[in-house]
């Protein structure tokens, strides 16, 4: 009986602390125990493979070959140049003010750990007053793809926002005061 008890007790603690600290846990111990329970055993960590990105090859260091005939082959992807990256920001601040435009707050456009991908964000106040406010995230390799599409969400939630009745719109109603309407 008493190893039952001790058993539930060590469970009851044991589960939950674990549940609540797992973040807390090294990647190096969750995958020990990981391989352990797969039966592989328990070896050393294993570094990190993890090469660094190599540098896009330039076109004047590039052999010329000669194509053969009737087979077409992929161009290259475009090197984004000065001008281009002039252009890009030039959008981002365009698709920034259109996003204050609509009422969004807190604009940022920042890349992710491990590079690749940028994440951006907005809050738009969801009530007149301002003190509830709606998150919109989105991702994207490229920031400017994901600036619009961060418009796009905030758009398309504010269509959505004006086709609702009345009643159920926050935005418009105003705290229980209703226009005279027909009797």
């Not at 984004?80 to 009422?103: K, W, Y």
Request: hydrophobic fraction near 40%.
């Amino acid at each position: 009986m008493k190893l039952r008890s001790l058993l539930l007790l060590t469970c009851m603690a044991v589960v939950p602390l674990l549940a609540m600290f797992s973040h807390k846990i090294p990647r190096d111990w969750r995958l020990a125990v990981q391989r352990l329970a797969r039966g592989e055993g328990f070896s050393a960590p294993r570094a990190p493979s993890v090469q660094p990105p190599a540098a896009p090859p330039s076109h004047a260091d590039q052999p010329q070959l000669a194509e053969p005939s009737g087979l077409a082959t992929a161009a290259p992807p475009p090197v984004r140049t000065p001008p281009e990256a002039a252009a890009a920001s030039g959008m981002r601040a365009a698709v920034e003010d259109q996003l204050a435009a609509l009422g969004a707050v807190s604009i940022e456009c920042v890349p992710l750990a491990g590079g690749g991908m940028h994440r951006c964000s907005c809050r738009v106040p969801a009530d007149p007053t301002g003190q509830l406010q709606r998150l919109f995230q989105t991702s994207h390799p490229d920031p400017a793809v994901a600036m619009k599409t961060l418009l796009g969400q905030v758009q398309f939630w504010k269509h959505r926002l004006a086709a609702r009745p009345e009643a159920a719109n926050p935005l418009r109603a105003s705290h229980g005061a209703r226009e005279p309407g027909p009797p």
